[in-house]
C-alpha cells in the first residue's frame, strides 16, 4: 500500500538531493516519449539531431519492429539510452521541426485559399493578388487562372487547378524569401 503513495523529492540524511521513486519513473516515461517522437522521423531529420550512435540505431531500427510486446521493450530500450543523449538539445531541435512542418502547413493553406477563391471568379481577388505578389508573371497567372475556371466550369479533371496551386505557391515562396 505504500507504494501507492506518492512520495516528494527529499534530502537524504548526507544533506544530498535524492530523487522520488515517482520522479525518476516520470521522467523515464518522457525521456520515451521523447524517442517515440525521434522515431517518426526520417533518416535525413534525425542526422541533424546530436544522437550516439547506438541510439540512432535503435531508433532506426525501430519502424521494423511490429510485434507488440517487443515494441514496448524495444520503446523501454530507446527511453534507456535518451537517459545519456543531449536531451534540451533534442528537444530544441525537435521544436525546430515541427517550427518548420508549422510555417509549410500555414503556407500551404493560404496557397489553397487564394486558389480557391481566385477560382471563385472574383475579379477584385485577381488584382489584390498581382497588388500583394507584384513579382508574378501576369499573363501566366491570367492565363493559369481562366484555364482553370473554364476546366471547373466543364467538369475536367483539375490539370490546370494543379498548375495554378503549383504557380502561387512558387509565387508566394518567392515573395517570402524576399
Known sequence: MQDDIEHDDYYDSDEEYVKSKTRVKK???????????????????LDTFPLGEA??????????????????????????????AEHEQIIARLDEIKEAQHRVAQQHHTVERWRDELIKGDDSKMQQFINDYP????QQFRQLLRN???????????????????????????HAAE
Not at 479533371?157 to 502561387?168: G, I, M
Open 55 to 84: 541510439l540512432k540505431d535503435a531508433i532506426l531500427e525501430s519502424p521494423k519492429i511490429t510485434s507488440n510486446s517487443a515494441s514496448k521493450r524495444h520503446r523501454q530500450f530507446i527511453g534507456k539510452l535518451m537517459r545519456d
Open 135 to 138: 513579382q508574378c508573371d501576369r
Open 148 to 174: 482553370a475556371r473554364a476546366e471547373q466550369g466543364n467538369n475536367k479533371p483539375p490539370a490546370h487547378t494543379r498548375k495554378l496551386f503549383k504557380f502561387l505557391r512558387d509565387t508566394i515562396a518567392a
Open 27 to 45: 521522467e523515464m516515461h518522457a525521456l520515451q516519449a521523447l524517442g517515440e517522437e525521434l522515431t517518426k522521423l526520417s533518416r535525413a531529420q
